[in-house]
């Protein structure tokens, strides 16, 4: 399995990007597609997931009305549009794969529970 995330780059605060993520080997039918975030001294946080099946969409607080995370089977890419950027927003984004052998609805929010991870893609937010 390997995942390629791009998109990112500098944007002023209030403005937007549009992350992407294709997986190669991937299986996709059960699994959930993450976005992480880790910015400087800090851990990494969870910021939104979608079941690949179910569509069913997580979102961390922080991002809540103002991101989106969506799916595009064909290509195997899943994206994060990112509206309303603040400095705080600020962090290396990752792409995840949480791989499941059966379907299951819910939606995990930690590292841990994701099996594959991308190289990351920088966002700048400057103020």
């Known amino acids: 399995v390997q995942l390629q995330a791009s998109g990112g780059g500098l944007v002023q605060s209030g403005g937007s990007l549009r992350l992407s993520c294709v997986c190669a080997?991937?299986?996709?039918?059960?699994?959930?597609m993450g976005w992480f975030r880790q910015a400087p001294g800090q851990e990494r946080e969870f910021v939104a997931a979608?079941?690949?099946?179910?569509?069913?969409?997580s979102y961390a607080d922080s991002v809540k009305g103002r991101f989106a995370i969506s799916r595009d089977g064909p290509t195997d890419t899943w994206y994060l549009e990112m509206n309303g950027l603040k400095p705080e927003d600020t962090a290396v984004y990752y792409c995840?794969?949480?791989?499941?052998?059966?379907?299951?609805?819910?939606?995990?929010?930690?590292?841990?529970?994701?099996?594959?991870w991308g190289q990351g893609t920088l966002v700048t937010v400057s103020s």
């Open positions: 979608i079941g690949w099946r179910s569509g069913t969409r």
């Open positions: 080997g991937c299986a996709f039918a059960n699994d959930v």
């Open positions: 995840a794969v949480d791989r499941r052998t059966s379907y299951n609805r819910r939606i995990y929010t930690l590292p841990d529970e994701y099996d594959d």
